[in-house]
């Protein structure tokens, strides 16, 4: 028994102590082949998935250095099926290969015979393969490659990509790390190298980093390292400017290099931001943009918020596997559950790290979590027990009694920048006239957004109210509070990404602050749960206080 | 020759005789009763293929040199002989392996006699009839080929001039057996002109060759044994054959040590570790399928066994495969786990079996007992069970498939096969790790005559020796081989009838599980406690630790650790099973080696707060009032207190008694109550009177009940239309003559009304267009008869039309028994 830190499950978990000296080690050895599922604050959970193991294979890691480590760091003798399956599973691995064939350009190759075979009377492959080459040979149309891909994947017969990356149409970009107009010099963060890095090895792929940890750096790291013509796909318009303003100060890019297209402009240059929105808009149920994709020989293709990919633009990207593509997020659960589907046509997850390591390292924001608990009035409660079972959610979240507990809150940071944040119009509307606040909705025009977030950043607005358009994708580094009072439902990713709200880390290293104001015993309180699972699952222990002793004479001292 | 291995018998000392009867033990089942009676066994065919079986591949083959070494004649040969056999071939064997081999041969009397004068015993022929994988010399099969072999330069000529098809069947036979079975036809000559895939044949001056077999018949290098419809067998001449093994020696390749293992070993340690992994594994996974079992018993199978839909619904529940489940249930079995219980009665289940499988009260014990412990007795019960477990799903020779548990699956050669593979294993260095391939490699040179036909058995007992930790990586476990030395010394212990070394009794654990023991993980009595509510156990769990959880969490992942979840659910749970919030608070302070977040002691408060809410109970009946006074008054009446009130709340008392007779209390005490029912509406009850059911009353009867009913007159007119409407339809319906309604007509007066006649009355109604009623048997046998106009007769038919449903019909003359004009 080595004593070890690592315990592996029976169902392919491996839990990973990380009080144990030997845990960092132990992370390093087994991140390249499995998957990071939860990591709260004393034991990770990793997990054994084939397109794991696969990846490993496919970034150089053999099944025997696989089962090594598994074994050197394992707290208690490791199951010897499960070593048998590891080892069956990395082997199916590359049995076939796409390679481009200077004769019939991209073929399928087999290093197995059998395994072509079966793979070609699948009937999932029905016309994707072309014709039989010789016996170990099949061509294959470039246009199929993505899906080809995926449909092996799915048969458990992964190819091994060999038939590489076109560059693109060349364009030069580097980082101006030296500083530029009036910005400080600046270096990129370790995780941040360290992320482009394993990218840029993997040649595709999504990297996962908290909210507020940098990622537009990441994406803009990853061009200098394409030095190519590049598209980038944001969720609106008010990302895609921040984007904008945030590649001309970090990198060597000049104003008129990048190119905005969206529903306002429609401009194409060699770094073009253009939102999912304009994508996915259909003319008489056609996609009328789609050929923006094939306007320039991109050399790298970006999707921001990738957990958001609309599903139109997830059938084009099978199309677009001859080109390298970058997918950021900060939270890769999709409540749809088509994760797996962000995997296979972008690529597979090249690098991910626990918030509470960033957290650890200084780059975001420690934060609190503070969950708090709103007696209904008898009258309210009434109404909620009589109400529909469809109403019950809206009537529990937008309880009046909420919003005396929200002016609380507002009024206990009285030097901190506050972002409320709802679901719901009418409890907004409420909110904003109780605190007299501004509020940002979907209606709100982008240059009367940029305009509050402008007055935000600058303190003259202390207090903003927000819909939903404040889910994601908006820079407001100063915003160190954030209330939550109502959401959409159990949305665990919503929940994550309203706190990187908050996350930015303060000049004066201040602590964030995170308000979720639910209604006690009604059906707020199980969304909220569900909610907080995945923040819970990083490391973030809400606290969970009543109404009462943030109303109450007596304030409790929050440093 | 019998007397005289009896009469070499009769000069050994009773040691070597001892020595013997030891290495041949089925020689004295019986007892012989002399020493001839022992030879003529030693000599017989079963004995000696017993003795074979034991030898590996090297012994086999000086045997079989010592076999070609014989004297024509006189049957003898001598070491000399063989060992100048044995060393032509081009890798010849040390002399002194040689020597070692025919040690072993001569110790097991299948050779006897002194060094230069050994004789074999006589068994051997008739149990291997091929020496070497040789064929008989040629001059014993046919006088033809021969006069072929007698001639080397010329064999060697024909040999390489054989077409390269030829010679891959000659190439085939010399590695032997030296017999081969001819398709049929093979032998024919070719038709002329046919094209052919052989070149035309140079030997015979350019005619065509035919098969590669008829070929080599042709040329005297094949013996045609027998012939069956132009097929049959062939046999290589000896000569043939040893010229073709020219490159390898006469033996072919001799191998005098077993082939070596080229994968590399393992680490001891590694190897220890992945078994002593599965054996949790194993252990677990057991567990979980007897609980599932005692939750839902499998039915047992009239044939016998269970069957494949019971199998797949415990291999779901489990996660894991049909075979894998099959084996933890055979294993089960055979360690007394799960048994049989006879249902009573009529309860049968939907197979219509009456048996169940469940498990036994040995589970209990095996339960409580340590991990190791409990592996121990799955292993040993899987070493000596007498079943194939690989055969579970596959079809038998009816092709029905085979259920576990079912008499197909026995095998009594299984427990020999388990410990014929393990052995070679524990030959083998400690954490060598042979691939399945060279471990039936090995198997194969260690006593090939019992390897044999048994590689997929062999395969599937390293499969499952994998599958049970008793192997882990490949190579055998240290407390694996501790547990295979136990098991064979069991054997052993048969010096020590009376059981004084054993210390099976003495309740210490055997020398596998202390092995075992040091390799598995403590259990551990604590947890660490998370924020996103999961409960770690970094262990496997003591026991009291695994049963306050299972009830406060729900359970999530097992394996090295366990992983629960802290839900409302569980937590309202424990407070259900008594667990107070101050005692959860205790329990996960005590046990949680971290610190206790916040948010789980705020689920628990919050659950408690809330738990107990809402209370259920049963009542016979209620008194409610809104005037709370008075309810107290009852409540204090002490008439009203065998009515034992309870008061719910200031305007409800509840009482255990039935509504009547607290209805009838309250009133007997002076109170007015009103009885209520489920919907709360008042119930108003006048005192009512028993009466009997309702009967009809004589007066409104008839006077005379014998008298015919009066009918009134509508009634009457209606009688007389129906009975006119039947009179016009009787006489609209006119009747057949009598002697053409069936019967009459042979029974009656009429012979003039024959055949004959009738024929000769339709003809006369065809001229003169007449109606005539014809009498005649349908396709049925029944006798009809029908009115109708004849139109025409030929071809044995009469066509006549019905004129009242306007139809031709057509009769066949043979049918019609009367035809009669219409008046």
């Excluded at chain 1, 054994?48 to 480590?69: K, M």
């Excluded at chain 2, 299972?550 to 359970?555: N, R």
Aim: glycine fraction near 8%; proline fraction near 7%; hydrophobic fraction near 40%.
């Amino acid at each position: 028994m080595s004593g070890g830190p690592l315990i592996v499950q029976s169902d392919k978990t491996l839990l990973l102590e990380i009080d144990h000296p030997d845990a960092q080690a132990c992370r390093m050895a087994i991140a390249p082949f499995a998957e990071l599922e939860r990591s709260p604050e004393h034991v990770h959970t990793y997990r054994l998935t084939p397109l794991g193991l696969w990846n490993a294979r496919a970034a150089g890691h053999d099944a025997e250095g696989v089962v090594d480590s598994l074994i050197k760091y394992s707290r208690y003798p490791v199951p010897h099926a499960l070593l048998v399956d590891v080892a069956e599973t990395m082997d199916r691995y590359g049995r076939l290969q796409l390679v481009n064939d200077p004769a019939h350009g991209l073929v399928l190759r087999a290093l197995d015979r059998v395994v072509l075979i079966e793979v070609a009377k699948s009937k999932k492959l029905a016309g994707m393969l072309g014709a039989k080459l010789d016996d170990d040979t099949i061509a294959v149309h470039p246009s199929e490659r993505g899906r080809l891909k995926q449909a092996l994947l799915k048969l458990g017969w992964p190819a091994e990509d060999l038939a590489g990356y076109v560059d693109g149409e060349a364009h030069p970009i580097e980082l101006a790390e030296a500083g530029k107009d009036g910005v400080k010099p600046w270096t990129l963060r370790s995780y941040q190298r360290e992320a482009v890095e394993a990218f840029w090895a993997g040649g595709s792929g999504v990297v996962v980093l908290p909210c507020g940890a940098g990622k537009t750096l990441v994406g803009a790291a990853a061009m200098a390292e394409a030095k190519a013509t590049t598209l980038i796909l944001v969720t609106n318009t008010v990302a895609g400017r921040q984007w904008k303003r945030e590649l001309i100060a970090r990198t060597s890019l000049t104003e008129e290099e990048i190119g905005e297209y969206s529903g306002e402009r429609k401009e194409i240059r060699p770094v073009t931001i253009a939102t999912y929105q304009v994508l996915t808009s259909r003319k008489k149920g056609a996609f009328t943009h789609l050929d923006l994709f094939g306007a320039r020989d991109w050399g790298l293709v970006v999707y921001d918020e990738v957990h958001l990919l609309p599903a139109p633009i997830f059938r084009f990207t099978a199309d677009l596997q001859a080109r390298r593509r970058l997918g950021l997020t900060a939270t890769l659960v999709r409540e749809d559950g088509r994760e797996g589907d962000v995997f296979s046509l972008i690529g597979p997850k090249r690098y991910d790290a626990p918030w509470k390591d960033i957290e650890a390292q200084g780059w975001i924001a420690p934060a609190e979590c503070t969950e708090v608990r709103v007696t209904l009035t008898d009258a309210e409660r009434m109404a909620y027990a009589t109400a529909e079972a469809e109403e019950r959610y809206r009537m529990a979240a937008t309880a009046r009694t909420k919003l005396p507990v929200v002016k609380a809150l507002v009024d206990r940071h009285p030097n901190e920048q506050v972002l409320v944040i709802g679901g719901y119009i009418d409890q907004l509307h409420q909110l904003g006239e109780y605190l007299d606040a501004p509020i940002v909705q979907g209606s709100t025009t982008n240059k009367e957004r940029e305009r509050l977030f402008d007055a935000f950043r600058s303190g003259e607005v202390r207090t903003l109210v927000i819909s939903k358009v404040g889910n994601f994708s908006i820079d407001l580094p100063e915003a160190a509070v954030a209330i939550q009072v109502s959401g959409t439902f159990g949305s665990r990713q919503e929940e994550a990404q309203r706190l990187g709200r908050v996350l930015r880390p303060k000049a004066d290293g201040r602590q964030a602050h995170f308000y979720t104001v639910v209604s006690r015993d009604t059906i707020d309180t199980e969304y909220a749960a569900h909610r907080q699972r995945f923040l819970a699952e990083q490391g973030y222990a809400y606290t969970i206080v009543d109404a009462d002793d943030v109303l109450g004479p007596s304030l409790p001292s929050f440093d | 020759m019998t007397t005289s291995l009896a009469d070499h018998l009769r000069t050994l000392s009773d040691e070597s005789l001892a020595a013997l009867l030891r290495l041949r033990p089925d020689l004295v089942v019986p007892v012989p009763a002399d020493v001839s009676a022992l030879a003529i066994r030693a000599q017989s065919r079963v004995s000696v293929a017993r003795a074979l079986d034991g030898l590996d591949q090297f012994t086999l083959q000086i045997l079989d040199a010592a076999r070609l070494t014989r004297h024509p004649e006189e049957g003898g040969t001598s070491v000399d002989a063989i060992l100048a056999l044995a060393t032509t071939g081009p890798h010849p064997p040390a002399p002194t392996a040689v020597r070692g081999a025919l040690d072993r041969l001569r110790a097991l009397f299948l050779l006897y006699g002194p060094e230069h004068d050994l004789h074999l015993v006589g068994g051997v022929d008739e149990v291997s009839p091929y020496p070497a994988g040789l064929g008989r010399p040629a001059a014993e099969l046919a006088p033809r080929a021969a006069a072929v072999c007698t001639d080397p330069a010329k064999l060697r000529r024909t040999l390489l001039a054989a077409p390269p098809s030829a010679r891959a069947i000659l190439d085939r036979l010399a590695a032997g057996p030296p017999v081969g079975t001819v398709p049929p036809g093979a032998l024919e000559a070719p038709a002329t002109g046919t094209e052919d895939a052989l070149p035309p044949d140079l030997v015979n001056g350019g005619a065509p060759t035919g098969s590669p077999i008829r070929w080599l018949v042709e040329h005297r290098l094949l013996v045609r044994m027998s012939a069956v419809k132009g097929g049959g067998t062939v046999e290589l001449p000896r000569e043939v054959g040893l010229l073709l093994r020219r490159d390898s020696g006469p033996l072919g390749p001799l191998r005098t040590s077993p082939p070596v293992v080229a994968t590399p070993p393992r680490e001891a340690k590694a190897v220890d570790s992945a078994g002593a992994g599965q054996t949790m594994e194993v252990v677990r996974q057991t567990e979980a399928l007897l609980e599932s079992l005692a939750a839902e018993p499998a039915p047992v199978l009239r044939s016998g066994g269970v069957g494949v839909r019971d199998l797949r619904r415990l291999a779901r529940g489990l996660g894991l495969d049909d075979s894998t489940t099959a084996l933890l249930f055979e294993v089960a079995y055979a360690a007394g786990l799960v048994g049989e219980l006879d249902l009573t009665g009529a309860a049968t289940t939907r197979y219509g079996g009456d048996q169940q499988i469940l498990p036994t009260g040995g589970y209990e014990v095996w339960r409580a007992s340590s991990l190791a412990e409990r592996w121990e007795q799955l292993a040993r019960a899987w070493l000596t069970m007498t079943r194939q477990v690989g055969l579970v799903g596959q079809r038998d020779d009816r092709d029905r498939p085979i259920s576990v548990l079912s008499a197909e699956a026995e095998r009594a050669g299984a427990p020999a096969a388990r410990l014929a593979v393990l052995a070679i294993l524990a030959d083998l260095a400690p954490a060598t790790a042979p691939t399945p391939d060279e471990v039936l490699e090995l198997l194969d040179w260690r006593a090939p005559r019992r390897a044999r036909g048994r590689e997929a058995a062999h395969r599937e007992v390293l499969a499952e020796a994998a599958q049970l930790g008793v192997t882990g990586l490949n190579a055998l476990t240290s407390y694996g081989r501790l547990l295979l030395a136990d098991v064979t010394e069991a054997d052993e212990r048969a010096d020590d009838p009376l059981g004084l070394l054993s210390d099976a009794e003495s309740g210490e654990p055997s020398t596998a599980v202390r092995a075992l023991d040091a390799l598995l993980p403590a259990p551990v009595d604590h947890f660490l406690v998370q924020a996103d509510l999961t409960v770690v156990v970094p262990g496997p769990p003591d026991p009291t630790l695994a049963g306050e959880l299972d009830v406060v969490a729900e359970h999530e992942s097992a394996g090295g650790a366990s992983v629960h979840r802290v839900t409302t659910a569980s937590v309202r749970r424990a407070l259900d099973a008594g667990y107070s919030a101050d005692d959860l608070h205790a329990l996960f302070r005590r046990r949680s080696r971290t610190p206790v977040p916040q948010g789980l002691t705020y689920l628990v408060d919050d659950v408690a707060r809330k738990h107990g809410g809402l209370r259920v109970g049963s009542a016979g009946g209620y008194v409610r009032s809104d005037d709370e006074a008075l309810l107290t008054e009852v409540l204090a009446d002490k008439r009203l207190e065998a009515l034992a009130f309870r008061r719910l709340a200031p305007t409800v008392l509840a009482t255990p008694y039935q509504v009547q007779r607290m209805l009838t209390a309250l009133r007997d005490a002076g109170y007015a109550p009103v009885p209520e029912d489920a919907s709360g509406a008042t119930v108003l009850a006048r005192p009512k009177t028993r009466r009997a059911p309702a009967r009809v009353p004589v007066a409104t009867r008839g006077l005379d009940p014998l008298a015919a009913p009066r009918l009134p007159m509508p009634r009457l007119l209606g009688v007389v239309e129906q009975i006119r409407r039947g009179e016009a339809a009787a006489r609209a319906a006119r009747r057949a003559p009598a002697v053409v309604r069936g019967g009459a007509a042979r029974t009656g007066p009429a012979p003039a009304h024959t055949h004959s006649d009738a024929l000769a009355v339709l003809q006369q109604a065809v001229r003169d267009k007449a109606l005539v009623w014809v009498g005649y048997v349908d396709a049925h046998g029944a006798t009809a008869s029908r009115l109708v106009r004849p139109v025409s007769i030929g071809a044995g038919y009469l066509r006549a039309e019905d004129e009242r449903t306007e139809m031709l019909h057509t009769f066949a003359l043979h049918r019609i028994t009367a035809a009669v004009l219409e008046d």
